[in-house]
């Protein structure tokens, strides 16, 4: 979707406050968070139709609140619309369903987590019998128009020439997967040259590169 | 279950703008009740989680990586190659390094790794993102005006220096490997980690300290 969550290029957003602290959670909410989206019980969602609800937080909030609580806005979306919790039941901070809760998750130690993360060390390529249709040094167009689901082909790519610089294999194609449906498409690192992509690069060297599946592809006269 | 229903979670996203509380605490406070309360998450697996991503996981780890590989050519080449089974000879793979690219900077050649469209980072080798890395202002920025991105965070470019932006749009997770600094030679993979900053890695700062 061309939503306000696409942001690359564009303007107007300021200087960077580069003095970050260096701590990893500012807050305790912070924290609190980061942990619930790595442990919490989902209703079989996709790591793209969770990156798509987000997507989908209104843009006043999506840009006004703070990052982490764009994870809880995100995680409660989730929640509800798969019918795990209502409204009612969070401002009662209890379950109203009637229905028994699952039996508790055990209590996991820091050392049972550290293996937890190793084991979400997750692939998302296939060996898929179609062979990729471009190949490494071949200049492509980058599709021209996205469409209103979740897409991770940016705005600012859209219609531009580029050249493949990697062919990755076939990776989880995320337009799909956003929506439940598990297919493979070759994925690319595409390189772009930022005079190609920006205005102001006119004569500069410099390039970008982004991944990109064979979808999102064209032709360089497409 | 879900049924992948954007328009209803647009719509439930304009509810709880007015639904809840508007403080971020007391937000995730109420998401954490909840979920205790419904069997679905452990406040102690929770504290677990925190703890290992403040005192375990970090961006300590990358800087081994990247001191080993300045100092064992031939762990550098496998970094190059297959960087997941190399981080893994140190037991770092993890959360988002299963697809992880190294990118390598040079006398001519400076790597800045963004996530325009979310917040994508490798974590099992990196820790929490730095909170400008997840700011609009980095997102937006970093693939129009790296020049001037780097210069905000005091990185100076020699003349003729190319900068390559890698715009982490998949599941790949960039690390960039910066140069050694001369004046090292004899340190050891200790002293060299302790040299290595986290911005380094992003690629927001570029040449490192001798110390």
């Known amino acids: ?222 | 279950m879900t049924e992948f229903d954007a328009d209803k979670v647009a719509h439930i996203h304009r509810e709880l703008h007015s639904h809840l509380p508007s403080e971020s605490a007391l937000r995730v406070k109420a998401l954490e009740t909840l979920l205790v309360e419904k069997g679905l998450v452990n406040s102690q697996t929770i504290d677990a989680w925190v703890e290992a991503y403040s005192e375990e996981i970090g961006p300590k780890r990358g800087a081994r990586v990247v001191a080993r590989a300045w100092i064992d050519e031939e762990f550098r080449r496998r970094l190059m190659q297959d960087a997941p089974a190399a981080i893994d000879e140190l037991g770092y793979l993890g959360k988002a390094t299963g697809h992880l690219k190294v990118v390598e900077n040079t006398d001519s050649v400076h790597n800045l790794v963004v996530c325009t469209l979310c917040s994508c980072y490798p974590f099992s080798i990196l820790g929490i993102a730095p909170a400008w890395y997840k700011a609009a202002a980095y997102r937006a920025r970093a693939v129009r005006d790296p020049r001037g991105v780097l210069t905000e965070f005091g990185v100076e470019l020699a003349d003729g220096v190319e900068v390559r932006v890698w715009d982490s749009t998949a599941e790949l997770r960039y690390l960039v490997l910066p140069q050694r600094p001369a004046g090292t030679d004899g340190m050891s993979e200790d002293e060299l980690a302790a040299l290595v900053t986290r911005n380094s890695m992003i690629g927001t700062d570029r040449d490192l300290n001798a110390g």
């Open chain 1, 1 to 222: 979707m061309d939503g306000i969550h696409d942001l690359g290029g564009k303007q107007g957003y300021g200087p960077i406050d580069v003095d970050d602290g260096g701590e990893p959670f500012h807050q305790n909410w912070e924290g609190r968070e980061w942990g619930i989206a790595q442990c919490a019980r989902t209703p079989g969602i996709t790591i793209d139709w969770w990156r798509h609800c987000r997507e989908l937080i209104m843009p006043e909030d999506y840009l006004g609140r703070p990052y982490f609580d764009s994870w809880a806005q995100t995680d409660f979306s989730t929640y509800l619309e798969a019918g795990w919790m209502t409204l009612a039941e969070i401002d009662a901070g209890k379950n109203l369903s009637g229905d028994p809760s699952p039996e508790p998750l055990p209590a996991m130690t820091v050392e049972q987590v550290l293996d937890e993360d190793r084991a979400h060390a997750f692939r998302f390529d296939a060996e898929i019998e179609v062979m990729p249709d471009y190949s490494v040094g071949q200049q492509i167009r980058a599709a021209r128009h996205g469409h209103a689901g979740h897409t991770r082909l940016p705005q600012y790519v859209r219609g531009k020439l580029g050249v493949i610089h990697a062919y990755h294999g076939a990776h989880v194609f995320p337009d799909l997967s956003a929506q439940g449906e598990e297919v493979h498409q070759p994925l690319y690192s595409v390189m772009f040259a930022a005079a190609e992509l920006w205005p102001e690069a006119a004569g500069s060297n410099d390039k970008v590169f982004l991944d990109l599946w064979e979808s999102y592809l064209l032709e360089p006269r497409g």
